[in-house]
Nanobody
């Protein structure tokens, strides 16, 4: 079974940057659509970004600030987050959909990681 491990979270000041990683072993992430989600206390889960062989997706709240990318050699998906705001504070986790059918609001992800905490505060 695919296991996803996130890393790269932490405490950062507003305007700062972080790069999150989503890594897997045993299975190539090239065969999956990978999404990043976040959930803040008391709020619903939000789809942040997604990457597939067909397309990429960004939530309006992060467009122009976040960038998703794939490193096949490292079997890792990255989420570069720039100009972070306090409202970006949340638990971020990645998820995978197999087979890769592209990113869309109706994508159902089969595998989820445990998440990495991002806190944006001065």
């Amino acid at each position: 079974q695919l296991q996803l491990v996130e890393s790269g979270g932490g405490l950062v000041q507003p305007g700062g940057s972080l790069r999150l990683s989503c890594a897997a072993s045993k299975f190539s992430l090239d065969d999956y659509a990978i999404g990043w989600f976040r959930q803040a206390p008391g709020k619903e889960r939000e789809g942040v970004s997604c990457i597939s062989s067909r397309n990429t997706y960004y939530a309006d709240s992060v467009k122009g600030r976040f960038a998703i990318s794939r490193d096949g050699a490292k079997n890792t998906i990255y989420l570069q987050m720039n100009n972070l705001k306090p409202e970006d504070t949340a638990l971020y986790y990645c998820a995978a959909d197999y087979p890769d059918r592209g990113c869309s609001p109706s994508t159902i992800f089969d595998y989820y990681g445990q998440g990495t905490q991002v806190t944006v505060s001065s």
